[in-house]
């Protein structure tokens, strides 16, 4: 059957936009693989109400599959976020998804053999809902067998730092917002893949544990924990099974928005949430590793207290990781960490878990 696809090839230059954008029209004989397929891998949280259609819309999804054939096209209904494409773990190009759009092309002029896909959403929530519809294949192509998934786990809780918020950007002012965004290459992302793990990112960018950034009073209705049950980031009624997916770490790092601006929480109002944080995690993972993190962002009172946390905290699985404050050639967008930045954390969180947990690095 005759496809027509839009293919998107995206120049990303580092003084502008993703602006080098080109569109044109490709005929192509293609097959169908729907998406609950078996051949298909998912990584994040993601609603497989329909499974011919799931939905997601936490940054760094990640969707992977092995195949033969010389080109390959995704099926996604999206329109307001941008989506990583690797193929066999080399950047390919990224899919810039479109209103009415639903057909894009991955790559192409693929070599004979195997080939592993992977694409993975470089934006957050705040760019709406996706629902992944399937691939498309050339007429001579086929699917294969999956590699075998990761077997640690870590997820990240967190706000715009976790997301990747500005990490593309080519200085603090910047002209946009989504086309820097790209959650692998946020610290989060970076330690995980150092560790060869799965990862799931719980992260809105600014939200607070108790106050959002911006917010005029000292508690916000709807700050990150708010949001932690989701398997949907815009659907409250969708609550996320934990045990379907249990991490070997989890990774805590909020308290940037809470005190960016005043008014500023009271500080036994911050720790109370803090604690019943950890105790929420603790009880969905009761084997985990708990690590909470301070810096590279905060300000004060947080650190003071922040160890009032730690002190208070009896639990020998819950430890702290302290981060460098940011240097100047280290932001991005709006004082956000930019690749640099984003790196040089995820090297301090790196050490930092192979020290608690004896991990090696691939």
């Known amino acids: 059957m005759t496809k027509i696809l839009i293919v998107s090839f995206c120049v990303v230059v580092i003084s502008i936009i993703i602006a080098g954008c080109a569109q044109f029209a490709v005929k192509k004989e293609s097959q169908r693989v729907p998406a609950d397929s078996p051949d298909i891998s998912y990584t994040g949280r993601i609603d497989f109400s329909d499974p011919k259609a799931p939905r997601f819309d936490w940054p760094g999804i990640i969707i992977r599959v092995n195949f033969e054939g010389e080109w390959i096209g995704v099926v996604i209904k999206d329109g307001g976020n941008d989506y990583n494409v690797f193929i066999d773990g080399r950047p390919e190009g ?58 640690r786990k870590i997820e990240f809780i967190g706000d715009s730092i976790s997301v990747g918020f500005g990490v593309e950007g080519p200085g603090i002012k910047c002209p946009s917002e989504r086309e820097f965004k790209n959650n692998w290459k946020s610290h989060a992302a970076i330690t995980a893949r150092a560790f060869d793990a799965q990862y799931h990112i719980i992260a809105i960018s600014g939200r607070g544990l108790v106050k959002n950034w911006g917010e005029k009073t000292k508690e916000s209705k709807e700050p990150l924990p708010y949001y932690y049950d989701r398997t949907l980031q815009n659907e409250p009624d969708i609550k996320w099974d934990f045990k379907s997916w249990v991490p070997d770490i989890a990774v805590i790092n909020l308290g940037t928005n809470d005190y960016s601006a005043p008014p500023v929480p009271d500080g036994p109002v911050f720790i109370k949430a803090y604690l019943e944080l950890i105790k929420r995690v603790r009880a969905h993972y009761p084997d985990a590793w708990i690590l909470c993190c301070s810096g590279p962002a905060q300000q004060p009172p947080f650190n003071e207290y922040f160890a009032e946390i730690m002190d208070s905290v009896n639990d020998p699985k819950v430890k702290r990781v302290d981060f460098g404050s940011f240097s100047e050639d280290e932001l991005g967008c709006d004082w956000h960490p930019n690749e640099k930045g984003a790196q040089r954390i995820a090297g301090e969180l790196i050490d930092r878990i192979k020290n608690i947990t004896g991990w090696k690095t691939l």
């Open 94 to 151: 990224i899919i810039v998804t479109k209103p009415g759009l639903e057909e894009y092309t991955a790559a192409e002029k693929l070599s004979p053999g195997s080939h592993l896909l992977a694409i993975s959403r470089r934006g957050e929530g705040y760019q709406g809902i996706a629902v992944f519809k399937g691939l498309l294949l050339d007429k001579n192509g086929k699917m294969l067998p999956l590699p075998e998934m990761q077997k």
